[in-house]
């Protein structure tokens, strides 16, 4: 999926195989595999070409981002804790570009009422500021993410997890089929 954002436009096996073989060595079929994998996933749509099919994004990189950071706050029972825990784990750069989308997303909002705003002292909000707190306070316990990474699709092309990267026989923990 990397090649196939980077790119930003439809490309064929033939393209992607010959920039992953600048890295290190990959079957033709490897690659076809995973775009084929990709696309029966709905990862990727493809156009026949000749006897070839040309591979294009249905989403961009910060579209599937955005998905999987929605997906985990979702999933959180208290999220306004994970919300703060998650600041707490990104550098100044990245609280920088969050203010200023915020900025951006508020542009486009009325202003609110601020005698309607919850989270004035005391009442609900408080205590979700609270809890949120502790839940900072653990995350920085937790120890650094490592900034800029993003969780890679599944069966990225050519990369480890694709079946790539492992001893054969055996499956991405290192145990055997």
């Given at each position: 999926m990397t090649r196939v954002w980077e790119w930003n436009r439809p490309v064929t096996v033939r393209e992607v195989l010959e920039d992953l073989q600048k890295e290190r060595s990959i079957?033709?079929?490897?690659?076809?595999?995973?775009?084929?994998?990709?696309?029966?996933k709905g990862w990727v749509r493809r156009e026949a070409e000749g006897r070839a099919y040309r591979y294009e994004a249905v989403s961009t990189r910060a579209a599937y981002a955005a998905a999987l950071m929605n997906e985990a706050w979702s999933a959180s029972d208290n999220?306004?804790?994970?919300?703060?825990?998650?600041?707490?784990?990104m550098s100044p750069?990245?609280?920088?570009?969050?203010?200023?989308?915020?900025?951006?997303?508020?542009?486009?909002e009325p202003a609110?009422?601020?005698?309607d705003t919850e989270g004035s002292e005391g009442g609900e909000g408080s205590e979700v500021r609270e809890?949120?707190?502790g839940q900072g306070e653990r995350?920085?316990?937790?120890?650094?993410v490592e900034e800029g990474r993003t969780p890679a699709p599944p069966e990225a092309a050519g990369e480890p997890?694709?079946?790539?990267?492992?001893?054969?026989?055996?499956?991405?923990?290192?145990?055997?089929?």
């Amino acid at each position: 999926m990397t090649r196939v954002w980077e790119w930003n436009r439809p490309v064929t096996v033939r393209e992607v195989l010959e920039d992953l073989q600048k890295e290190r060595s990959i079957a033709y079929t490897t690659v076809m595999t995973v775009l084929d994998n990709l696309h029966q996933k709905g990862w990727v749509r493809r156009e026949a070409e000749g006897r070839a099919y040309r591979y294009e994004a249905v989403s961009t990189r910060a579209a599937y981002a955005a998905a999987l950071m929605n997906e985990a706050w979702s999933a959180s029972d208290n999220p306004a804790a994970a919300l703060v825990a998650f600041f707490g784990m990104m550098s100044p750069e990245q609280r920088q570009a969050l203010r200023d989308a915020v900025r951006m997303v508020q542009v486009d909002e009325p202003a609110e009422d601020p005698e309607d705003t919850e989270g004035s002292e005391g009442g609900e909000g408080s205590e979700v500021r609270e809890e949120a707190a502790g839940q900072g306070e653990r995350a920085e316990q937790a120890g650094p993410v490592e900034e800029g990474r993003t969780p890679a699709p599944p069966e990225a092309a050519g990369e480890p997890g694709a079946g790539e990267g492992r001893e054969p026989g055996t499956n991405a923990g290192g145990k055997g089929r």
